[in-house]
């Protein structure tokens, strides 16, 4: 149980357009989804947390113009990365767990985003 | 905010060694967990392990909370475990998750 599936794995795009990458929990309802970008022989770093029927939190640095998060399920939340640039590239991977307090968080496998 | 550092930063090993790999973390937490991410970039849960010891396998984890520190085992070693182990934290009155620094290994044959 507790699957974290996104979609897509892989997007090869032109500077300028917004790409749309999705997250679902399969198996369970998540109030709160979680998203994080990664660059290359880099850790993981939060952008924000995601949270359903309301507006997401965003960390410190993060634009949130940039990157819009729309939760309006309890079982999907999605990352739009608008006017994408090529700084933009890099590996965005979510995650979500049922209890965000004495359960794992799971992961989805993420998404390589390529910007020319 | 919270500090998590790994050491060693790179490892390299001989298949069918052992090694540890170290978190340490600067505050107390809720939530620690194991990860390994193979070449493709995903994500493996290895251990869910907020404090004690657990094993999996070839694999193993303790985590001493209120010595702030975390030590993941690797047995008998396969080129297989080859990759980055990360292991990452949410500390108390938090839910996210911070990341530590991450541990390349890397195993030869």
């Known amino acids: 149980g507790a699957v974290v599936s996104q979609h897509p794995s892989w997007v090869i795009c032109k500077s300028g357009t917004s790409v749309k990458i999705e997250c679902r929990s399969l198996d369970f309802q998540a109030t709160t989804m979680f998203w994080y970008r990664q660059f290359p022989k880099q850790s993981l770093m939060l952008m924000a947390t995601s949270n359903e029927g309301s507006k997401a939190t965003y960390e410190q640095g993060v634009e949130k113009d940039k990157f819009l998060i729309n939760h309006a399920s309890l079982t999907l939340s999605t990352l739009t990365v608008t006017s994408a640039h090529p700084e933009d590239s890099s590996f965005y991977i979510c995650?979500?767990?049922?209890?965000?307090?004495?359960?794992?968080?799971?992961f989805g496998d993420g998404t390589r985003l390529s910007i020319l | 905010g919270i500090q998590v550092e790994q050491s060693p930063p790179d490892l390299i090993l001989q298949e069918g060694a052992n090694s540890t790999l170290r978190c340490n973390f600067s505050?107390?937490?809720?939530?620690l967990q194991w990860f390994h991410q193979n070449p493709w970039g995903q994500l493996i849960n290895l251990f869910y392990i907020p404090s004690g010891t657990k094993q999996n396998g070839r694999l193993s984890a303790t985590t001493v909370a209120t010595e702030r520190y975390s030590l993941l085992y690797i047995s008998s070693s396969q080129t297989t475990d080859s990759g980055v182990y990360f292991c990452a934290v949410s500390y108390t009155g938090f839910q996210k998750l911070v990341f530590g620094t991450g541990t390349r290994l890397l195993v030869s044959p």
């Open positions: 505050d107390s937490v809720n939530n």
């Open positions: 995650s979500a767990n049922i209890d965000l307090l004495t359960q794992p968080q799971h």
